[in-house]
């Protein structure tokens, strides 16, 4: 096993954040993994699975093994007339398996196109994006529990998944390691157009029957129109969740601000757009040093060039006082702060 030390993460975090990592190890398989875990190189060390660190804000180097999944492979591994269900390495690039599924007509994930990282980050935090989410089309996964090395495969009611969580972002945070997951898309798609966003681009294309090729390409138009490259600008996309009010707090809210935007969430509850709460404030496109927000999409943090983690930190605090001093809501980070 090649473990490397003092290794610069800074190529390897999308934020573009200068720290290293006491330890590195890059694995190719699950053989590798169940090596590192016999060897026992983790339980004498604090570690962290990187995957393509566009979910992640360094605030200082790390000290401890750093191991990055690079589990590769794509295989169709079930298929009839409607549906086939495929396995993922949880290296693999997600958005080179939308694309492999766009290519085939399997629907299910083209709305995810573009989202940065990897499928074994994926159901962390159930990635979603354009009235998508990985638990619509998720079947099960697989992985090894860091301290004893035993392998589980967790199906999907096991996840507990819900908006931008699951167990394993809670009672299995630094607990499990994910290997491989497993998906079943749509032989015969319907597409999804339920984001306001995405009809309305199809419309002005003048595109009336859309197939989930065009679905994906305008997802990708809007998300190029709106969100930083990180190959450019350092970022993580939304540095907040979206914060989920009761009724009764938007009543409160709409007495102010009846011009304020909601989307349906769980329960008879809402989600409020937190860009809106952070534009609100007045942080749009405002810049402390060289960290700030996008200037078309203030939920994502950036890093203007040599921002340290600890000064973006430093800003989405501020920005979270703002919100919860001028609207009494709390805004909970998206991103895994380390
Ligand atoms: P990392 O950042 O490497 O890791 C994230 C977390 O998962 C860490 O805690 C890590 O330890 C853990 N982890 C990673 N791999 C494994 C594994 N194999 N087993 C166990 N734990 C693991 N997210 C959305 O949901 N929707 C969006 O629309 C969206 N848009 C984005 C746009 C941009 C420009 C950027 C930069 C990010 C965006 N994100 C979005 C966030 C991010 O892309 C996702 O959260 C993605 O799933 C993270 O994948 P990653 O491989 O980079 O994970
Ligand atoms: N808005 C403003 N000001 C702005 C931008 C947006 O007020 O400058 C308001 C508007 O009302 C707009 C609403 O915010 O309608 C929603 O904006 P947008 O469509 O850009 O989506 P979002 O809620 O900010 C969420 C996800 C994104 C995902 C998009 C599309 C979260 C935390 N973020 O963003 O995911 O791509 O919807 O589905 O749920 C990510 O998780 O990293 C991410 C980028």
């Not at 980050?121 to 619509?136: F, M, R, S, T, V």
Request: net charge neutral; proline share 3%; aromatic share 8%.
């Amino acid at each position: 096993m090649n473990i490397k030390k003092d290794y610069s993460l800074k190529s390897l975090n999308t934020f573009g954040i200068d720290v290293s990592a006491d330890y590195f190890v890059e694995i190719f398989s699950k053989e590798e993994l169940k090596e590192i875990l016999n060897e026992g190189i983790l339980s004498n060390n604090t570690w962290l699975v990187l995957g393509g660190g566009s979910n992640i804000l360094f605030i200082s180097d790390f000290k401890g093994v750093v191991i990055r999944n690079s589990i590769p492979g794509i295989e169709i591994i079930n298929e009839d007339d409607e549906h086939a269900v495929i396995e993922a390495g949880a290296g693999v690039i997600w958005n080179s398996l939308v694309n492999y599924c766009v290519e085939r007509n399997f629907g299910g994930i083209e709305n995810l196109v573009l989202i940065p990282g990897t499928v074994g980050a994926a159901p962390i935090q159930n990635i979603g994006a354009y009235g998508q989410e990985l638990k619509d089309t998720f079947v099960e996964l697989t992985g090894l529990f860091a301290e004893t090395g035993s392998e589980k495969t967790f199906i999907k009611s096991e996840c507990n998944f819900s908006y931008r969580n699951s167990i394993f972002k809670n009672e299995l945070k630094n607990k499990f390691i994910i290997t491989s997951v497993k998906l079943k898309l749509k032989k015969n798609p319907d597409v999804n157009t339920s984001y306001k966003d995405v009809k309305d681009e199809l419309t002005r294309l003048r595109i009336t029957n859309p197939t989930i090729k065009d679905v994906s390409n305008v997802v990708k138009s809007i998300r190029e129109g709106k969100l930083p490259d990180p190959d450019k600008t350092g970022n993580a996309g939304s540095f907040f969740k979206n914060p989920i009010v009761t009724e009764g707090k938007l009543k409160e809210l709409k007495k102010d601000y009846p011009d304020v935007k909601t989307f349906t969430a769980e329960e008879g509850k809402v989600k409020i757009p937190a860009a809106w709460l952070i534009e609100k404030c007045g942080w749009k496109g405002k810049r402390i040093g060289n960290a700030g927000t996008h200037t078309t999409q203030p939920l994502v943090l950036v890093n203007y060039g040599g921002a340290s983690g600890k000064e973006v930190l430093d800003l989405a605090d501020k920005i979270k006082d703002d919100v919860y001093n001028k609207f009494g809501i709390q805004l909970e980070f998206e991103v895994n702060v380390i």
